[in-house]
């Protein structure tokens, strides 16, 4: 099938990529020229494992290019929408001016019986009004959430656990779903759930599934914070409720919180919404979702204060992480290099390492010291912190061998993923975040 993807940031890119390696020929188009100078040579723009292969794979395949010219659209039977959708400069509710933009480009392209499904997240009742732009054309509009997590992209784009997609009522609606099951046939022929809905459902699926995931997580901190004053141990605590499966064991990882493009922005976009609706208190619970999760970054900053004596001013504190999880070179809202900036706030110096995010996180951040060679960041530092779960930290950094390098013996570990009993044992001071 002949498709066009328009926006080819992280969701954009992955989409493409993974639609003509199902065998679909795409056309993936963007404003940014040096984005789309990169991905023309089979080149990924940020680090997402295996999307450098399928994107060469489907490049020199001539199933998929890459173009700044939206006209390039006609003919396309499919048109997805992956803009980025942030949060306001000066408030909580989403920016809409990408994905209006994208819309405005697209819709002289359009021709009847074309299809444009947007996958962007979007405050619910932007569908509906965009399918009264869309309908005069001939096409159809659906709404079809994306669910990747960074890091598993490429596997979250191919092999899906469920399919959504929100179409208009009647015949139109059902020929529109009809095409996206074809579109995604192998995880349709695997059987892969795929839910049809009307328009609001589809869009509050997507804000629905990370408000539940921000407040499993938010709910884990706020027992780590009663664990504090109680001497309790978070992680047994998670691992005891997390054995009943009603609950279960994942997103229930205490410690300096969740950050990234989706979660936070996602969670105030939903409030602001709900609050123009006139349902705001329905959703009242997601601010203190999101003050919780705030209070745990000035927490791992206060862990290092205290174990510091008070004060860490000219202490060298050795950041392990940037990125807002392992696997992504992602500084968005990051909690990790928050934590930094608020230590060097302090007085502190401080020097951050990540193996894939350095970049990212220079030029946001240029005060801070930065280096991809882990021991030269724990070289000499009086403290270590750190805050993204990297093999390279958690399961590759021996105590001895930290040990050998740093001046001091203080370990916080913000993302309660390291060995406490191994890091004492080895002569360390170690604080976990909700653990005593
Ligand atoms: C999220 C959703 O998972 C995905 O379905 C949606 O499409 C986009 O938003 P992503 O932002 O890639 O995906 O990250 P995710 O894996 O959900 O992690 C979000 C944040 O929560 C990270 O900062 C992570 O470190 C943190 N987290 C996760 C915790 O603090 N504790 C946990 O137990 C799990």
């Given at each position: 099938m002949r498709m066009s993807v328009i926006g080819c940031g992280y969701l954009g890119a992955v989409h493409a990529a993974a639609m003509a390696s199902i065998g679909h020929e795409v056309v993936g188009i963007d404003v940014d020229d040096r984005k789309i100078a990169s991905l023309q040579k089979g080149e990924a723009p940020f680090f997402e494992p295996g999307l450098q292969d399928i994107l060469a794979e489907a490049i020199a395949s001539g199933r998929l290019s890459f173009t700044t010219d939206i006209a390039q659209a006609h003919g396309a039977a499919v048109h997805f929408v992956g803009v980025g959708t942030p949060q306001q400069k000066d408030g909580y509710a989403a920016d809409l001016t990408y994905v209006n933009a994208a819309f405005d480009a697209l819709i002289p392209h359009l021709t009847p019986g074309d299809v444009v499904a947007g996958k962007s997240t979007v405050p619910v009742g932007t569908a509906s009004a965009l399918a009264e732009r869309v309908t005069p054309t001939g096409a159809t509009l659906v709404w079809n959430p994306e669910f990747l997590r960074e890091g598993f992209a490429v596997q979250d784009t191919v092999d899906p656990d469920r399919l959504v997609a929100g179409v208009p009522e009647g015949e139109e609606g059902e020929r529109a779903a009809e095409i996206l099951r074809e579109v995604y046939h192998p995880s349709v022929a695997k059987g892969t759930p795929f839910i049809v809905t009307d328009y609001a459902t589809a869009e509050l699926v997507k804000v629905a599934a990370?408000?539940?995931?921000?407040?499993?997580?938010?709910?884990?901190?706020?027992?780590?914070?009663?664990?504090?004053?109680?001497?309790?141990?978070?992680?047994?605590?998670?691992?005891?409720?997390?054995?009943?499966?009603?609950?279960?064991?994942?997103?229930?990882?205490?410690?300096?919180?969740?950050?990234?493009?989706?979660?936070?922005?996602?969670?105030?976009?939903?409030?602001?919404?709900a609050e123009?609706?006139?349902?705001?208190?329905?959703?009242?619970?997601?601010?203190?979702?999101?003050?919780?999760?705030?209070?745990?970054?000035?927490?791992?900053?206060?862990?290092?204060?205290?174990?510091?004596?008070?004060?860490?001013?000219?202490?060298?504190?050795a950041v392990l992480g940037a990125a807002f999880k392992p696997h992504s070179d992602d500084i968005r809202d990051s909690?990790?290099?928050?934590?930094?900036?608020?230590?060097?706030?302090?007085?502190?110096?401080?020097?951050?390492?990540?193996?894939?995010?350095?970049?990212?996180?220079?030029?946001?951040?240029?005060?801070?010291?930065?280096?991809?060679?882990?021991?030269?960041?724990?070289?000499?530092?009086?403290?270590?912190l750190v805050v993204t779960e990297w093999d390279e930290y958690r399961r590759e950094l021996s105590p001895e061998h930290a040990a050998a390098l740093a001046a001091g013996r203080i370990i916080v570990d913000g993302r309660n993923c390291l060995d406490a009993a191994a890091w004492r044992s080895a002569g360390w001071s170690y604080y976990g975040m909700g653990r005593p």
């Open positions: 990370n408000a539940f995931l921000a407040t499993k997580i938010s709910f884990i901190n706020a027992m780590a914070e009663i664990a504090e004053v109680t001497g309790a141990d978070v992680t047994q605590l998670a691992d005891a409720i997390g054995h009943d499966v009603r609950i279960g064991r994942r997103f229930l990882g205490a410690g300096i919180g969740f950050g990234g493009g989706c979660l936070p922005k996602d969670i105030r976009a939903f409030s602001a919404r123009e609706l006139g349902r705001g208190e329905s959703v009242a619970f997601l601010r203190e979702v999101d003050a919780i999760n705030l209070r745990r970054r000035e927490r791992a900053v206060q862990l290092v204060v205290d174990a510091l004596g008070g004060s860490v001013f000219q202490k060298r504190i909690p990790a290099l928050d934590a930094a900036v608020r230590l060097h706030g302090l007085g502190a110096d401080v020097i951050v390492t990540d193996p894939e995010a350095v970049e990212n996180a220079r030029r946001v951040q240029p005060q801070l010291a930065y280096t991809t060679d882990r021991d030269e960041a724990l070289q000499g530092a009086d403290a270590v």
